[in-house]
């Protein structure tokens, strides 16, 4: 939880070190980057460096100008300066590559197998229930079923680990899309304004943040944690103020 939430709040540290003016302000956006970077080395979630590298490196792309190009050796500087730190000081060496590393489709790796597994329960109730589904907030008595010859030490399956997975089986294929289509829609919207050349730099804050849920929402289950779903209901809520300012400020133009 605290690791997503930290890769959530990256692109406004970001769009602070790239366009205020204030060397106190940079200065500041740094620092907390820094410590950003570190708490998410120390947490080792490799769900959390899937997310922060991507986000990462889409800011780099989308931002990397002529001009900025001495803040991206900065941001790219305090990544690999809290890696080394933290390896070195707070962590056994290595580990943090090797948490890195272990980041693939491994069956043999128990945690990737437990997802795997669940995701293909998952799938095969979606197969059976289509369009009801199981209703919702059942699943987690439906995956007994699924998963009663792996369960050990009354460990039951609550969830799927994987949001759009389970949404899907407790209430169909329709209810699948619904939500699907929440995340979608803003980044439809985001990325034809990039193509077309008229984003701003509130839309690539937006398009992170979401492209971030969404990873936390495919190897987790934030819907069900309060705290994390408030993120995305905040997400949801800039991006309706962002379309709503600039449709305001084009009706005024014409």
Sequence with gaps: ITAFSICLKLPVLMYIL?????????????????????????LLSRGAFISMFVVTGLFLILKTKRRTIPRSI????????????????????????????????DRSDDSVNER????????????????????IGNWKLKSIDYDNQDIRSYIVPFHTHNDILQIGAEIGIL??????????????ITFKKILNRVSSDYDIIVLLMII???IDSMLNFPISRAISHMNFIFILIFFI??????????????
């Design 18 to 42: 790239y366009n205020y003016k204030s060397k106190y302000e940079k200065y500041i956006s740094l620092i907390a980057l820094f410590f950003s970077f570190s708490a998410l080395f120390i």
């Design 74 to 105: 900065s941001l790219f500087s305090i990544i690999i300066i809290s890696s080394v730190l933290v390896q070195t000081t707070i962590l056994d060496n290595n580990l943090i590559t090797e948490r890195v590393n272990s980041i693939n489709i």
């Design 116 to 135: 795997l597994r669940y995701y293909s329960h998952a799938i095969e109730s979606i197969k059976k229930n289509p369009f009801t589904g199981v209703g």
């Design 175 to 188: 209810g699948l899309l619904s939500y699907v289509f929440l995340m979608l829609y803003p980044l439809i």
């Design 212 to 214: 971030s849920y969404g």
């Design 241 to 254: 103020h962002i379309q709503t300012v600039i449709n305001n400020r084009s009706n005024e133009v014409y």
